[in-house]
């Protein structure tokens, strides 16, 4: 669609604190001697995000026990350029093995769909929420039932619970239904989700169906955050192009602002689904001297590079122009400088539980 | 196992109120000119059970819309031999439908595993929940996930729920768990669930395993009602066994007096779970002039009848020495008595909403 807007020549500057992307995905998380994290977090950076949180998934971006999560902390070590934290994944039977893990991550991910069977799906996550310390997060990609029985739990346990990636109608409206009633949910839909439906990409399931996106948009109060999630690199798949992974991030900012040309969002709906929520649901610490500049209404066209993406070719009206990561600038006009990684695990900020004040008497 | 007790010579009479079963199977409830109901409302009466709830399952036995209700109303008319009420079926596609039916009728059954497609099973709940009168009972067979995620429904919409035939150790500690955070949620069990299990009958799924069941037993006070309910018809099926309507019936009541004579259950713990629970969860009307005088301790073989029983020539210490309803005697020793069918269809009971008091004002 052309608006009479892509005729402006006024293009808009604008300052954004540092991003964070609350669901990275790292393909090979804990393969020994991988420099997936490290690619993840370079392309993070020059995309605006200065904070991931790595989603435990996948055969090898897995950490369901301290073995995993060991490598996965070494191949940190290798140099990472933005902050990153790491989250556990619960399984049928690790409840009590992963509590130990609780303080070295940033939260638990709840993998409802890949619980081994259905008997003991509602055991295994009861034992879970028993077995996991009350004041870390804990995040699903549960569905369906398995998000509202997901919900009871959460609800009977006083627990406060994240959604990731939700897709579709009857998700959103439950999430909505659950926050109109007081549930302590929150959620994240991908931001490819926003702007790829089935009727692009048929028999591609895990994408919304148009239906379900426009929902979704109608829904945007109830999106707590926007992520980049495991989507891209799914997507990829399913279209046998090379699944590099950094597949989506550089897209994703892109796309939000364009919107924001377009009339669809606003910047504070961006930051605060980008920046402000993430820090307050998932606790994470404050980025002194972290962000970016970036120029929205500039037509841009996605460049077709290595890194395959579905908006190559099209014209996103959007473009970073700076992104300063420790009061250094890291990133100029969307090319990452010289720069060494200064990126820090910071899976344990947050790690015990808030300190209780203790009140002088008073005079 | 041989106690003490088979030894005594001492039996006591007991005199009980007529009991409820809240979830009885009528084969061809809605056949046109089918006999089922009026076979079930003898064998019922014979058995002590002077009120059946008719609950809308199975192919013939289903009740979804206002022209099967007329089919099994009917029925009803060719002759009761005790009171009884009628159920509608929730479907994906007749919330608004049967909300017309309300009236007629004495509860919602929502068959979680029947309604057709997972996705839309949270949705279409969600609309049966919205459409049904606030002061109706809502009943449900929903099982792991699906219960759990009903659960979650009826706890977002303030609603009482009860749930149907439960028979896994999960289902029974997630029924305990909400009811100890305050859901407004009851269940039952049904009679046979508690005898026969998966190590009597390996490979039949729908009995409880032998853990099951012994969990079940250690959850008596989360068990709010008895049911007959329509396991002694799948097991007779899943048997290949002559599969009479009045299946399982008759043991009921003898076997939980059984574990009264060895001391597993109390005459209390049958009372509350056959007459006063039911009556109070349903709102059901006071059966006046209705009772029962049963024999416990007396030692009783199961007689092996045109009708099958998995019990059949087992000895059971108990026996229904006399039935009268409505003030006039209609079974002595386990015998019908040539009375003609005086039995009710009460679905209209309680279908208004609680009238609200007026108060007068103060002189
Ligand atoms: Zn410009
Ligand atoms: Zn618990
Ligand atoms: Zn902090
Ligand atoms: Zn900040
Ligand atoms: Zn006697
Ligand atoms: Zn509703
Ligand atoms: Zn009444
Ligand atoms: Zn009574």
Redesign the interface.
């Known amino acids: 669609e052309i608006s009479v807007r892509d005729y402006q020549t006024c293009h808009r500057t604008v300052q954004l604190p540092g991003l964070v992307n609350i669901a990275a995905f790292v393909p090979g998380l804990v393969s020994r001697d991988s420099d997936d994290l490290q690619a993840v977090t370079k392309a993070s950076i020059a995309a605006g995000f200065s904070m991931i949180r790595v989603m435990p998934v996948g055969k090898d971006g897995s950490i369901s026990d301290l073995k995993s999560l060991k490598v996965a902390q070494q191949n940190g070590k290798r140099g990472a350029y933005c902050d990153f934290n790491l989250s556990i994944t619960a399984a049928s039977d690790n409840a009590s093995q992963i509590s130990n893990a609780a303080g070295e991550v940033g939260s638990l991910f709840i993998p409802f769909n890949h619980l081994s069977d259905?008997?003991?799906?509602?055991?295994a996550v009861?034992a879970h929420f028993d077995a996991w310390p009350t004041h870390k997060p804990i995040i699903t990609d549960a569905r369906?039932?398995?998000?509202?029985?997901?919900?009871?739990?959460a609800?009977?346990h006083n627990r406060r619970i994240h959604v990731t990636a939700v897709t579709?109608k009857?998700d959103i409206?439950?999430i909505a239904?659950?926050k109109e009633?007081g549930?302590k949910v929150t959620c994240d839909v991908s931001i490819y989700a926003l702007y790829l439906s089935q009727t692009d990409y048929p028999g591609c399931h895990f994408l919304p169906t148009a239906e379900d996106q426009a929902v979704l948009w109608e829904h945007l109060a109830t999106i707590d955050v926007f992520s980049v999630g495991s989507l891209p690199y799914q997507l990829a798949r399913f279209l046998n192009q090379p699944a590099d992974v950094a597949v989506g991030i550089e897209d994703s900012l892109p796309l939000l602002l364009t919107s924001v040309a377009e009339g669809k969002l606003t910047v504070d709906d961006i930051i605060t689904r980008l920046h402000d929520n993430p820090k307050e649901i998932f606790e994470l610490h404050d980025q002194v001297g972290t962000t970016l500049e970036v120029e929205i209404d500039r037509p841009c066209v996605v460049a077709a590079t290595s890194s395959w993406s579905p908006f190559a070719g099209k014209v996103l009206k959007a473009a970073i122009l700076r992104v300063t990561f420790q009061d250094e600038a890291v990133c100029l006009d969307g090319s990452v400088l010289p720069v060494p990684p200064r990126g820090s695990d910071m899976s344990t900020h947050g790690a015990l539980p808030p300190m209780v004040a203790i009140s002088s008497p008073a005079v």
């Not at 259905?118 to 055991?123: D, G, H, L, P, Y």
């Open positions: 259905n008997i003991s799906k509602v055991a009861e369906t039932t398995d998000l509202a029985s997901i919900l009871l739990l609800s009977l579709t009857n409206k439950l239904l659950g009633k549930l």
